[in-house]
């Protein structure tokens, strides 16, 4: 069965951080671009973060850039979203999705897996 299964999400005080991971099974995800996503309660999905197969390239929102950090190791089949100085307004649901093409783009929901999504709470 194909899956992927995000973890790492939970309750974090204003400025703390997480890591998520977004693990793959029964794929390798070698071939993939993998992306992050999120979805607040009212609000559409909207992507976080992206990096091509090859690790090579990443991309970001602008909300997040220069605190969020995308990360792959294709040898534990996993993506890695590294989230720093977390606002309240990065609270959500994270996805993890996986599109068999190279290259990524952050703006693009139109991917082939996804996972079911870790929460995110942010707590001031």
């Known amino acids: 069965q194909l899956q992927l299964v995000e973890s790492g999400g939970g309750l974090v005080q204003l400025g703390g951080s997480l890591r998520l991971s977004c693990a793959a099974s029964?794929?390798?995800?070698?071939?993939?671009?993998i992306g992050w996503f999120r979805q607040a309660p009212g609000k559409e999905r909207e992507g976080v973060s992206c990096?091509?197969?090859?690790?090579?390239?990443?991309n970001y929102a602008d909300s997040v850039k220069g605190r969020f950090t995308i990360s792959r190791e294709n040898a534990k089949n996993t993506v890695y979203l590294q989230m720093n100085s977390l606002k309240s307004e990065d609270a959500a649901i994270y996805y993890c999705?996986?599109?068999?093409?190279?290259?990524?783009?952050?703006?693009?929901?139109?991917?082939?897996?996804w996972g079911q999504g870790t929460q995110v709470t942010v707590s001031s």
């Open positions: 029964g794929f390798t995800l070698d071939y993939y671009a």
């Open positions: 990096i091509n197969s090859r690790g090579a390239s990443t």
């Open positions: 999705a996986a599109a068999r093409r190279m290259f990524c783009d952050v703006n693009r929901l139109d991917y082939d897996y």
